[in-house]
């Protein structure tokens, strides 16, 4: 399993637009093959953070799988205009779990 990393600066003010918009992509995201989970989290000291981490079953999944299905036009239009600068996505692979 592997763990995507995002942090993702939504634009000041427009964060429970965001977060609506958002309820509405995680199922988008939930429907494709190879997802697991999720969570978003917003950030205490910095508000108009959020840390959204997704499993998928492999980095495929995601980047050639979820990436490249057709619902990801509408991931985009739903939430990519709330991010500046534009998130950078990473994946990890779990090392140690205590």
């Known amino acids: 399993m592997i763990l995507e990393h995002a942090l993702l600066p939504v634009i000041p003010g427009l964060e429970p637009e965001f977060e ?3 309820d509405e ?3 988008i995201i939930a429907s494709m093959d190879g997802f697991v989970d999720l969570t978003l989290s917003r950030g205490v000291e910095s508000p108009s953070t959020y840390l959204l981490l997704v499993h998928w079953q492999s980095v495929e999944a995601h980047e050639v799988g979820f990436r ?8 985009r239009t739903l939430l990519h205009r709330f ?3 534009f998130p950078v996505v990473e994946h990890f692979a779990e090392v140690h779990r205590a």
């Open 25 to 27: 992509a995680k199922h």
């Open 83 to 85: 991010y500046e600068p």
């Open 20 to 22: 609506a918009a958002f």
């Open 68 to 75: 490249g299905a057709p619902e990801y036009q509408r991931w």
